[in-house]
């Protein structure tokens, strides 16, 4: 075949596909289309993202979510959008944006390059740090050195165990690691002494002691094995859509309304620190 044959039929090629092509629509087609918005939440993710007592979805990374939702609508120039709750576990919060059952992740998920293979991630909505809850009662465990030889329960599958065990490996302890398929069942665990630790996210274990009966129980680890920047799932390859939510969120960080959202589902913790506010600031990107 010719230069000149070959190059005809490159584009009888590309004529044939560009029906198809055109027939994708990506996110922002499907909610003008359906005038609905689909946000994927977690019951149990206490203060970030779970089932009010008013039985509606609540926390930091949700009300983030209804603000991307209202700034969409603004966006579309839609009269009106209805924010459809779609409750999801820990185990198919991926899956649920991958497959698009839902529009956006509204939870705790971390930002990892293995995960960011199947789906797209928005602007870091938020910095924590792997540490480890204890029982209070004669617990000697104050630093993650402590745990040497002793058994820590974490969720199976999230960066959490994976950070866990590299730590563990690193620092060369022996430490047996027991995966549970919630964060129920690892609390239950450790109430029941079957483990010496449960192991997650630092802000989510502070919000399992605050909300579990018999508050004082329960202890903290002093210091942080690991670094977690959670950010809010999206479809991978909607460059689009990816734009449309991060316009959302980079003007909450320039214009300082996060400071009202973090203080009213994580105000009770502290400030924010150091590092977090230099993520909001870096991140209030500019028009």
Excluded: H
Excluded at 200 to 224: H, M, N, Q, Y
């Amino acid at each position: 075949m010719n230069t000149r044959a070959m190059f005809l039929a490159g584009c009888m090629l590309l004529t044939s596909a560009a029906p198809v092509l055109a027939a994708e629509k990506g996110a922002l087609d499907r909610i003008r289309e359906r005038g609905a918005i689909n946000l994927g939440y977690m019951q149990d993710a206490v203060p970030f993202s779970f089932l009010g007592a008013d039985k509606q979805a609540q926390g930091y990374s949700v009300e983030l979510c209804r603000e991307v939702a209202r700034g969409i609508r603004e966006q579309l120039k839609l009269d009106k959008l209805e924010a459809r709750w779609v409750p999801i576990t820990i185990d198919e919060r991926i899956e649920s944006v991958k497959s698009g059952k839902v529009d956006i992740e509204c939870s705790t998920t971390t930002w990892t390059l293995s995960r960011n293979a199947a789906v797209d991630f928005s602007l870091i909505t938020f910095v924590d740090g792997g540490s480890i809850l204890a029982k209070a009662a004669g617990n000697p465990m104050s630093r993650f050195q402590d745990f040497d030889g002793r058994k820590v329960a974490v969720i199976a599958g999230t960066t959490t165990e994976k950070v866990l065990r590299a730590s563990l490996a690193q620092r060369k302890m022996k430490s047996e690691v027991i995966t549970v398929p919630t964060r129920g069942a690892g609390l239950k665990l450790l109430e029941d002494a079957r483990v010496d630790g449960f192991a997650a996210d630092r802000t989510t274990l502070i919000g399992i002691a605050a909300t579990t009966p018999g508050k004082g129980s329960f202890v903290l680890l002093d210091e942080d094995f690991s670094v977690e920047p959670y950010a809010l799932a999206l479809p991978r390859g909607d460059p689009e859509f990816r734009l449309a939510v991060n316009r959302v969120l980079a003007r909450l960080y320039r214009d300082g309304d996060i400071v009202r959202i973090y203080n009213r589902w994580l105000g009770s913790l502290g400030p924010p620190s150091v590092l977090l506010s230099a993520t909001y600031y870096i991140q209030g990107l500019s028009e």
